[in-house]
């Protein structure tokens, strides 16, 4: 699969080469390692071109959070999924014994949601500190 034909006017024809100090050749790779999806070539372009250039930023404090957050959300889940399965018997047995004993069992799985709302919660709200007051 060959690359798009692009127009006569827009196509990147003309080379152009130049020299920066070792100042200015530090500046564009700091930036560059910011985007990883940029070449050096493409964000002179952009530059010259004076479009945007994205810089993208990775807080490495946010990393236990995510990784905590992902695990409640892997814990709620599975709660869930126990509580869907409990109420498919609780709804085919008629049996009052039966229908008590599953609606018991499911109560008891729901209180175990409970602390994993307040982590998820807790998790958020530091968060929220974090990124609303700047």
Avoid at 73 to 90: C, M, P, S, V
Avoid at 123 to 132: C, V
Wanted: charged share 35%.
């Amino acid at each position: 699969m060959g690359r798009r034909k692009v127009s006569e006017e827009m196509a990147l024809q003309h080379e152009i080469k130049t020299r920066v100090n070792a100042e200015k050749f530090r500046e564009l790779q700091r930036i560059l390692s910011q985007n990883p999806n940029k070449d050096m070539s493409g964000l002179v372009r952009d530059i010259l071109d004076n479009r945007p250039v994205k810089i993208f930023t990775r807080d490495i404090t946010l990393d236990n959070l995510m990784e905590e957050l992902a695990n409640l959300r892997t814990e709620i889940r599975a709660i869930g999924i126990n509580i869907n399965q409990i109420t498919k018997l609780f709804n085919t047995y008629p049996e009052p014994r039966r229908k008590e004993f599953y609606a018991r069992t499911a109560f008891a799985e729901y209180r175990a949601i409970e602390p994993k709302i307040e982590q998820v919660l807790t998790i958020i709200s530091k968060l929220a500190k974090r990124w609303l007051s700047e």
